[in-house]
């Protein structure tokens, strides 16, 4: 076998292929768009490389076929909660059912982190946001949603074997929304409540106001997260970026806000699932790609939405005036369009009060994903990443 570093535009592209490769065979696989891959590793894409580092390599047999990739990470702002030394990224792993090949992939990531002061590695992970490219699918093999990762289910038999021990286990979460799907009782209870008070308002955005929406999003998510873990304020320029972002495919009927006094106490953000129209592009997203995704999104009828930002002030915590909102939502949704899921971005085991809060929306678990830690000094104990209390 051959394992060489990823420096030229012939390696990158072989990185892109050996995903391909390998991932091909499963019929519930969407091809990722180059785009979103490369622009990983691309300083000017990608804001954790100004104080990080990473690095790709490929994997050929004998013979010059690619049976494997795997790239490794560093970046100084990565922490979990306990960590008592620095721990570095492994990730965009790909790999033939073989153990060996797998091993020498694993171990070169960690040699490479190790010389920069590792003494640990978690993957598979991104050099980057959580919600994206994420741990190893272990349960629930369905077509993933955008910038999720899929694999086939003999990874976590090449991970485990290697030495790699569940540092914590991702749970996803679906929720039916179709028009013969009726939520639990109490949601309904609750709406009636704060439905019968003048003083409570529950709307969905309009394209045209996103300013204002940008600040009543940075007023909730600043009460509701900012505090949250070592979560930072966000400002409303902020806000607003993430909004106009989202503006090529945002659904104004699946961003909900709710007011108090016209005060705004909680606000619930998602997106359709866009890997629905991706899944058609075959990775690239050139002129006629993307007037391809533009017809697609017009005329066809997308069947689940996701999940992004869900968040209420601690005030009205526990009050139900979210259950309000979502049956306003709910209502909405239904009347005028063709979604039948709710797919919710993944929740770490370590974190019970947001996996009470999707299980109280009456979700159901749809997939399970690992992140794994390895400790290079295999005397160390394992440690699972500490419980939020």
Request: glycine residues 6%; charged residues 25%; aromatic residues 14%.
């Amino acid at each position: 076998m051959q394992i060489s570093k990823v420096s030229t535009k012939t390696d990158e592209s072989e990185f892109i292929r050996a995903h391909v490769n390998i991932n091909s065979a499963y019929p519930n696989w969407i091809r990722p768009l180059d785009k979103d891959v490369l622009g990983v590793f691309d300083p000017q894409k990608n804001k954790f490389l100004q104080q990080g580092e990473a690095c790709r390599w490929n994997l050929k047999d004998d013979s010059g076929k690619l049976i494997g990739r795997i790239a490794a990470f560093v970046n100084k702002r990565y922490k979990n909660k306990g960590d008592k030394f620095p721990v570095g990224g492994v990730g965009f792993f790909d790999c033939i059912d073989d153990q060996q090949a797998a091993n020498l992939l694993f171990d070169t990531a960690k040699a490479w982190l190790a010389e920069r002061g590792m003494q640990a590695m978690d993957g598979p992970i991104n050099i980057g946001d959580r919600d994206k490219w994420w741990g190893l699918l272990v349960e629930g093999f369905h077509p993933p949603i955008y910038n999720m990762n899929y694999n086939p289910p003999y990874y976590q038999k090449l991970f485990e074997t290697y030495g790699f021990q569940v540092f914590y286990n991702q749970i996803c979460w679906s929720l039916q929304v179709a028009a013969s799907n009726q939520l639990e009782p109490k949601f309904y209870e609750y709406h009636k409540k704060f439905a019968q008070n003048p003083d409570f308002k529950a709307r969905h955005i309009q394209k045209n106001q996103l300013s204002k929406y940008a600040e009543d999003l940075t007023i909730v998510y600043n009460k509701a997260w900012a505090k949250h873990e070592g979560n930072k304020e966000i400002n409303k320029a902020h806000a607003l970026k993430l909004l106009q972002s989202m503006k090529p495919v945002l659904d104004e009927k699946l961003i909900w806000f709710v007011y108090h006094k016209e005060e705004p106490v909680v606000m619930w953000i998602n997106l359709p699932d866009i890997n629905q129209i991706i899944k058609s592009l075959n990775g690239k997203l050139g002129l006629w790609e993307k007037l391809k995704f533009f017809l697609i999104k017009t005329f066809g009828k997308n069947s689940s939405f996701v999940g992004l930002v869900f968040g209420i002030v601690p005030e009205f915590q526990g009050s139900g005036l979210d259950y309000f909102m979502i049956v306003e939502a709910e209502k909405e949704i239904k009347k005028t369009r063709s979604y039948k899921t709710l797919e919710l971005y993944w929740q770490g085991d370590f974190n019970p009060k947001m996996l009470n809060i999707s299980k109280n929306l009456g979700a159901k678990q749809s997939r399970k994903m690992i992140t794994y830690r390895y400790n290079f000094d295999r005397n160390i104990p394992f440690e699972r990443h500490p419980i939020l209390t």
